[in-house]
């Protein structure tokens, strides 16, 4: 049973490019969410998708921006790259149905570098 | 505004002697809280969880207390083991939108 999975695992970007980051939920999930760590702070919630649309949004400009395909898998964009973009970029899945925990399963994420 | 708040960024623990790693909250709506644990170049994994509705939960090792007047969450590993060092993160739930804190580093010394 796959996990949550997220490609790129590392990539570098130069101020004011864009980039296309991708997570496959874990099996049985409908529910995707996209959290920023920067170095030395907790992850910060993104925004959350479900049946393909932005359910929730943290407090992120509209530089950053989401999709989520019929097949539940989700994609973060940010244009427009800042230094201050640099970090690990996670994604959490979780069921909408069945018993709730409030477990959230992470992928290990995509460490973005922007120069 | 940091909802949650982690004040020890590290603690360093005997192995086989207790860990307690402490957590505050401000929003007293919060459904679920969580702690996650997680290792270098991991993504964070699911611990143990407690529901508003509680004020401890077991699992094995781990236990998690809740004191709601206090808005204060608390982890309490026994005994702790060489590997249980990791950066834990406490969490916190409404909505299902979550809120992490910055992180304790712990480290368990054999």
């Known amino acids: 049973d796959a996990g949550v999975t997220q490609s790129p695992t590392h990539l570098i970007k130069t101020r004011g490019q864009q980039v296309t980051l991708r997570c496959s939920p874990k099996?049985?999930?409908?529910?995707v969410s996209w959290y920023q760590q920067a170095l030395g702070q907790g992850p910060q919630f993104i925004f959350q998708y479900y049946e393909e649309e932005e359910r929730q949004r943290g407090n992120f400009p509209d530089r950053f921006s989401g999709h989520q395909f019929p097949n539940y898998s989700s994609e973060l964009n940010v244009n427009a790259l800042l230094l201050g973009d640099s970090a690990l970029y996670l994604c959490?899945?979780?069921?909408?149905?069945?018993?709730?925990?409030?477990?959230?399963?992470f992928g290990e994420g995509s460490r973005l570098t922007v120069l | 505004d940091q909802q949650v708040k982690q004040n020890s960024p590290s603690l360093s623990v005997q192995e086989g002697r207790i860990s307690i790693l402490n957590c505050d909250y401000t929003n007293s709506m919060f459904d679920y809280f969580l702690w996650y644990k997680k290792y270098p170049a991991e993504g964070p994994t699911f611990l143990i969880s407690?529901?508003?509705?509680?004020d401890k939960n077991e699992d094995g090792r781990f236990t998690v207390f809740l004191n709601k007047s206090a808005k204060h969450l608390s982890l309490h590993i026994v005994p702790s083991q060489p590997g249980d060092s990791a950066v834990y993160f406490c969490?916190?739930?409404?909505?299902?939108?979550?809120?992490f804190g910055t992180g304790t580093s712990l480290t368990v010394i054999p």
């Open positions: 407690i529901s508003s509705i509680k």
């Open positions: 959490a899945s979780n069921p909408r149905t069945g018993v709730y925990t409030g477990e959230l399963f």
């Open positions: 969490a916190s739930e409404t909505g299902n939108q979550f809120y």
């Open positions: 099996s049985g999930h409908d529910t």
